[in-house]
């Protein structure tokens, strides 16, 4: 671990990496903490979150650039790199045009680590804002069961639902942990 961090860190490399995981448990979980929380190794967390987001900006280029599909391996990829580590969850959409075509991508709700608050209405109302006319909704699970809840099933039949009549499609539903991406268009839930 240490090897890696010398980059960031240099000859305290280690030092560092024992710091990291005492304090927040891994050193992936270190690069999703909230700013604010950084302590004495500010520099080095920002030095090594930037690294990061230069990397999911990449895919997240690489992704843009053709139809968007819902099982295409590098959209999962890039949203297990996004949503996986985090210790909460989080809703976050792909916004497409009506040729599957990427329009942008945010995080639109977050919750505890086992339930979300957000608005569909805060949703639908984005997706106007992009011009979109599909939506790819994902979200995490941080217990790492990427099985959906009852509460997850319900409510992706009320957003689909709401998206229908008011003419957006919603492509699919994904559930994402850090190692598996879970589809409700292909369990047949969607």
């Known amino acids: 671990m240490a090897s890696l961090l010398e980059p960031f860190a240099g000859a305290d490399a280690q030092a560092v990496a024992t710091r990291l995981v005492r304090r927040f448990g891994s050193i992936h979980r270190a690069l999703v903490a909230p700013h604010g929380v950084d302590g004495e190794d500010a520099d080095v967390l920002r030095t090594m979150r930037a690294a990061r987001a230069l990397v ?5 280029e690489d992704i843009s650039r053709r139809r968007v599909k819902a099982d295409d391996p590098g959209l999962h990829a890039y949203l297990k790199d996004l ?5 909460y969850e989080l809703l976050h959409v792909v916004f497409l045009d009506g040729r599957h075509g990427y329009l942008g991508d945010e995080s639109i709700a977050s919750g505890s680590a086992g339930r979300l608050t957000g608005s569909t209405r805060h949703l639908v109302a984005r997706a106007f804002d992009l011009g979109a006319r599909a939506l790819i909704l994902a979200h995490n ?8 809840s009852p509460e997850d099933v319900a409510a992706t039949a009320q957003i689909a639902r709401i998206a229908a009549e008011l003419d957006l499609a919603l492509i699919d539903h994904l559930i994402v942990t850090r190692h598996e991406v879970f589809s409700f268009r292909a369990e047949g839930l969607l």
């Open 141 to 148: 699970h941080p217990s790492g069961s990427a099985r959906p």
């Open 56 to 60: 999911l900006a990449a895919a997240r």
């Open 83 to 87: 949503l996986g580590p985090h210790a």
